[in-house]
């Protein structure tokens, strides 16, 4: 195992340095900083921090915007503990180390003909650090990527390898899959797979009022429908993923460059920095840059269509609501911008989850539209941020756990009904807690 002592906070993500996450707004200061490359190094590692009085967290790849993964404690870092250990094709199960980021274990499926069967927008993030704060894509039966894992192992406070199936310790199963790290340090997940199959990709602009008025149906009609509405404007891009018989036909490499890279990440980069510089031209680029996009359809392989490329770092806040309240609250959305002076040149992005029967599932007991809202790095964005949390926490909105909000362990007992089953499972699990962080003391309470 690899350990590193830090004192005055070198060792972090990289060498030197605090660790910081993605976004940049999140930093910490380990005391000690370890890389275990087994679970049994894994519970050496922790039972050590145990011995010293140290709190413990994992870290993933830092794609959290809140300080879900910050300690000044031990900081255990992903890298060594990678890798796919088993591959049951007969049951279509695959258990990875936790480390494992998703776009290795994503291609590694691939190339034995399997797939999950939804994902996010993204797969840079780690296996274990996406399920923790239930990471999700956008869909009308599949849920999020924590709903698919079928067993786990998870290192407890004492050191101890607690193995969490539907049959083996069932409770602690039912709430470690989406376990913020605050239950112990997963060190396997196992997740459900499928023959891989392929999907095609209809993106399409639609005006604001056409995807709000035909949003049950855009739904109940597509296996994936998302849509992006570019504040300023009543212009939307829609995308619809469904199954497909093939051929695959993926995106040609010019044309494919130009949305994938140009457009969404170059160009866009350019009209972020340019409205960040004269917030007042933020309307005009919105005009344009939401006509840039133009119609195209594709087919490929899952991750290829679910996922891309994201280069322009930003920050987000996102809120599950009840699917019922998605009109009512993209509207009030959409008129409290007009009536502002905010200047916003990131999409709104809006999914869909079916329930499911995670405790702190975002989703957890109800069929859910997320909303999610951003800003560009270096943008104040606490003026949005606070008016659009107003909006989702009167819907009785769930802020999603990996990305910013202000909420607190009092308002989200309100909104989970099994807060207090996860909170208990805590208790018994991680008295000392040995696990938290200032983010779980606000989240969950101490
Ligand atoms: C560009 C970008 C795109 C994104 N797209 C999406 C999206 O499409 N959908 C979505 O829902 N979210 C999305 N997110 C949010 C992101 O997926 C989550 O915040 C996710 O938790 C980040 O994973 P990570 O590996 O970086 O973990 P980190 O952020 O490093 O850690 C997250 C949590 O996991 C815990 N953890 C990590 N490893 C372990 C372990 N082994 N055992 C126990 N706990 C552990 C950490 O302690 C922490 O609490 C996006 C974020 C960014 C920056």
């Not at 999020?144 to 079928?150: K, V, Y």
């Not at 005006?207 to 009543?234: I, K, Q, S």
């Not at 490499?253 to 990440?265: F, K, P, Q, T, Y």
């Not at 990305?403 to 009904?417: C, G, I, M, Q």
Request: proline share 6%; charged share 20%.
């Amino acid at each position: 195992m690899a350990v590193t002592d830090v004192i005055g906070g070198t060792g972090g993500r990289g060498s030197g340095g605090p660790w910081r996450n993605w976004a940049g707004n999140v930093t910490a200061r380990p005391a000690r900083v370890a890389a275990p490359a087994s679970t049994e190094e894994l519970a050496a590692a922790v039972r050590a921090a145990a011995a010293d009085g140290l709190t413990v967290k994992a870290v993933g790849t830092g794609h959290s915007f809140t300080p879900a993964a910050a300690t000044d404690g031990l900081l255990i870092r992903p890298d060594r503990l990678t890798g796919i250990r088993r591959i049951d094709r007969e049951s279509g199960r695959v258990t990875v180390a936790a480390g494992t980021p998703l776009k290795h274990l994503n291609r590694a499926l691939a190339a034995h003909g399997l797939s999950l069967t939804n994902m996010g927008d993204i797969m840079e993030q780690t296996v274990s650090g996406a399920t923790s704060t239930g990471t999700h894509g956008t869909g009308r039966d599949s849920a999020s990527i924590a709903a698919q894992i079928t067993a786990l192992e998870l290192v407890t406070a004492d050191g101890s390898v607690l193995g969490c199936s539907a049959e083996e310790n069932p409770d602690v199963f039912a709430a470690a899959r989406l376990g913020l790290g605050a239950l112990g340090v997963i060190s396997e997940l196992t997740f459900a797979v499928e023959p891989e199959f392929l999907l095609t990709a209809r993106e399409e602009p639609m005006p604001f009022d056409e995807v709000t008025d035909r949003f049950a149906e855009l739904v109940a009609e597509n296996e994936h429908f998302e849509f992006y509405w570019f504040p300023h404007t009543g212009n939307c891009n829609t995308k619809r993923n469904n199954r497909s018989q093939g051929p695959a036909a993926p995106p040609g490499r010019v044309s494919g460059w130009i949305e994938d890279e140009l457009l969404s990440n170059g160009v866009f980069q350019v009209a972020c920095a340019v409205g960040r510089a004269v917030p007042a031209a933020i309307p005009g680029i919105a005009k344009v840059s939401s006509r840039a996009l133009s119609a195209r359809t594709y087919t490929d392989i899952p991750y290829k269509v679910f996922t891309s490329p994201r280069r322009v770092r930003f920050v987000e806040m996102e809120y599950a609501l009840p699917r019922e309240a998605a009109i009512e609250a993209l509207g009030q959305l959409k008129t409290m911008m007009e009536r502002s002076d905010l200047r916003v040149s990131f999409p709104v992005e809006v999914r869909t989850a079916p329930g499911d029967d995670i405790a702190l599932s975002t989703a957890s007991g109800r069929d859910t539209v997320y909303i999610a809202v951003h800003m560009y790095r270096g943008t104040p964005y606490q003026a949005y941020f606070a008016a659009a949390e107003r909006i989702m926490t009167a819907h009785d909105g769930r802020p999603h756990w990996g990305k910013l909000h202000t909420r607190d362990a009092s308002y989200l007992a309100e909104v989970y009904p099994r807060f207090g089953e996860f909170t208990a499972l805590r208790d018994r699990l991680d008295p000392e807690r040995r696990f938290t962080n200032g983010y779980l003391r606000q989240v969950l309470g101490d």
